[in-house]
């Protein structure tokens, strides 16, 4: 006997496949936007750089984008953004809120290529207001289509745009909710910056770092797809788990 099928049933079978179907549809976006960004070289035309190497990673399914200032010198080399020091740092940081290697989120910055040395020779030269202003158009398209309910702010360049000009101090340690996005500053992890030296910083960063558990946990609750791993002892329902930092003895 053929078993019937209620409407409500094949409503919801068309409804995912439509969903579907519209993440395929701009996956395929995303990847055209990639090409078309690796493609750009504005700022070589206008002199600011003499080679274009931009960068950026990531999939449409990531429901947390980083925003950082401009890719470093080893990421001309892996083609990967925060791959040096400062991704090393950062990876600590999303380790500390529960975010996994394997759950990176979407990566990307401000400017796209690497800048330059400071000419002070501490650090990397920061990206001029023209510079800036050219690639802006980039970071608008990829978040346009990304969708992303949480932005992490990396540095003063990315507060700057999205928060507001304040001091770090006024911003790390907080998070704001706007048009359904919620925004999570948190200070640079490049190793030439001092900031994170004063204990009082510190305490923000944790502040910060809080915060993105908590949001980041509350996606997954949402089931709008995995942005970190939470240990099964305490939320049993999710099959996977954080990766523990370990302990100064060597255990987790």
Sequence with gaps: MRRS???????????VL????????????LVDLHARIRACTKCVAAGYLERARPIVAGSIRDRIAIVGQAPGAVELTTGQ??????????????????????????RTAITKCFPGKSPTGSGDRRPSPAEIALCRPWLDEELALLRPRVILLLGGLA????WGRVPLESAVGRARLKDG???????HPSGASRWLNDPVHRALLR?????????ARALDRQARGR??????????ALPFRVALPKSANGRR
Aim: glycine fraction near 8%.
């Design 181 to 187: 996005v919620t925004y999570i500053p948190l200070p």
């Design 227 to 236: 942005t970190m791993r939470v240990p099964r002892q305490t939320e049993a």
């Design 159 to 162: 507060i700057d745009r999205f």
């Design 5 to 15: 099928v209620s409407p409500n049933s094949t409503a919801r079978r068309l409804g």
């Design 81 to 106: 953004p925060f791959s040096g020091r400062s991704g090393a740092e950062l990876r600590r940081w999303l380790a500390e809120a529960g975010i996994d290697e394997d759950h990176l989120p979407y």
């Design 18 to 29: 439509s969903r579907s179907s519209g993440r395929d549809a701009d996956d395929l976006k």
């Design 207 to 215: 502040k910060g770092l809080a915060h993105l558990r908590r949001t």
